[in-house]
Each structure stands twice: as structure tokens, then as C-alpha cells.
């Protein structure tokens, strides 16, 4: 198994233009977490799915952040418009259940 | 709700010397604490979690209630060791975490 698999693993652009992020997850695993990490603010979940279904959104950030998994392989975290304070590194990871949660490699995303 | 303090977001050590990554949470049940690591170009993965007792790469880390606490300590610090270290915290029932700002450890040769 290749792990934790994210696209793309980094992303350059404008202020105002869309960016999705996407994740495919450990098959077999029925949770998939997207984090946002920064210095200043470390490590934050922005959302959570269990079997495809979002249980918590409190952690994006705003109306320009949505996030879906249309199937149990595959999810998207979406910016639109983009702005300079949304750099990051973007990590999704997954889970089976409450076991231990798997980090993919991460994408790191530069809006100029 | 719960809260993971880390205090120190850089701590740097000399080879061989003890080490101790500070983490403290606030939490009023019965957490699961966890600590995870991120080596330089690497993925962000399990070290160790407090119900395991366990000791991975020389660390440990005891969870203490009375000061809410979970404090990770090597005695004798390599420099392989040198990465950004999370505490992690879970509740009850939850499957997400919530981690701290993390701590950027450097050991010195």
C-alpha cells in the first residue's frame, strides 16, 4: 500500500484563483481528516469525514474553504477565491475507525 | 473544550544530553495522548501513545493527571532525533485529535 496518497504535492498560484487539493486514502479506512499546518499556528484539523460523510467543519476557516468525498477513495479540499494567508502545507490523513491516523505527504500551497 | 499546549516551539540539545518536550492539555474527562513526529522531508507519523507504555526510539512519555501533563523524554538525545514532534490529544468517543503548535527539536553534535 502506498500510504496516504495527495495531489498535488505543491501548488503555485494567484490570489483569487481556485485551488482543489485532493486525498485518496488507505482503502479500507472509513475516516479521512484534512489538517492545515503553519508556523505560527501548527497543526489544525479543518475537517472531518467517517464513511464519506462530514461530522466536523468547525475548523475551516471561512466560506471560501468546502471540502467533499464523493466515495470512500477520494476527496477534495477546495479554495476559491485563494488569498495570501491561505499558504500552507495541507496534510489529509486517514483512519480506520479510532486506530491510528496516517498522514499523507502533504501539499504545499503558495498563493502569491 | 479540550486545549494541547506545547510551550516550546524550538529546543535545541546537545548530542547525549537528556531531553524533555513539554506538553500540558486541558481536557475534563479521560483523554487518549499521543505523540507524533515529523523527521525533515518526511511524513507526519505515530510515535507513541500513552496507552501503550511503550518506549519507541529510546522515548517515553508518562500521561500525569494531577498536572495534565505528557511530557516527552529521552535520556540520551542522537542527533537522528532532531525533527518537529506534536502532542496530540482525543476524546471520549471522538476520532479526530487535536494537536499542539508543535516543538522543533535540534540536537547539536
Known amino acids: 500500500d502506498a500510504g496516504v496518497i495527495q495531489s498535488p504535492r505543491h501548488e503555485v498560484t494567484e490570489m483569487g484563483q481556485e485551488v482543489t487539493l485532493r486525498c485518496k486514502p488507505i482503502?479500507?479506512?472509513?475516516?479521512l481528516f484534512w489538517y492545515r499546518q503553519t508556523m505560527m499556528r501548527g497543526l489544525e484539523l479543518l475537517i472531518y469525514?467517517?464513511?464519506?460523510?462530514?461530522?466536523?467543519d468547525s475548523g475551516m476557516p471561512e466560506d471560501r474553504f468546502s471540502a467533499k468525498m464523493p466515495n470512500a477513495s477520494f476527496s477534495t479540499l477546495k479554495i476559491q477565491p485563494s488569498e495570501p494567508r491561505d499558504s500552507a502545507v495541507y496534510f489529509c490523513?486517514?483512519?480506520?475507525?479510532?486506530?491510528?491516523?496516517?498522514f499523507g505527504p502533504g501539499t504545499r500551497l503558495t498563493v502569491l | 473544550a479540550q486545549r494541547v499546549t506545547q510551550p516550546e516551539k524550538l529546543l535545541s540539545v546537545f548530542k547525549g544530553a537528556p531531553v524533555e518536550l513539554k506538553c500540558n492539555y486541558s481536557?475534563?474527562?479521560?483523554?487518549?495522548l499521543f505523540w507524533y513526529v515529523q523527521y525533515s522531508r518526511q511524513r507526519l507519523q505515530l510515535l507513541l501513545r500513552h496507552i501503550s507504555r511503550e518506549s519507541i526510539k529510546g522515548f517515553t512519555a508518562d500521561l500525569n493527571k494531577g498536572e495534565t501533563s505528557f511530557h516527552l523524554k529521552k535520556p540520551f538525545a542522537q542527533e537522528e532525533d532532531s525533527a518537529m514532534y506534536y502532542c496530540?490529544?482525543?476524546?471520549?468517543?471522538?476520532?479526530?485529535?487535536?494537536f499542539g503548535s508543535g516543538t522543533q527539536l535540534t540536537v547539536l553534535p
Open positions: 490523513a486517514s483512519s480506520s475507525d479510532r486506530g491510528e491516523q496516517f
Open positions: 481536557y475534563s474527562g479521560s483523554p487518549e
Open positions: 482503502s479500507g479506512h472509513n475516516s
Open positions: 469525514f467517517n464513511n464519506n460523510v462530514p461530522i466536523d
Open positions: 496530540a490529544l482525543r476524546s471520549g468517543s471522538a476520532r479526530q485529535l487535536t
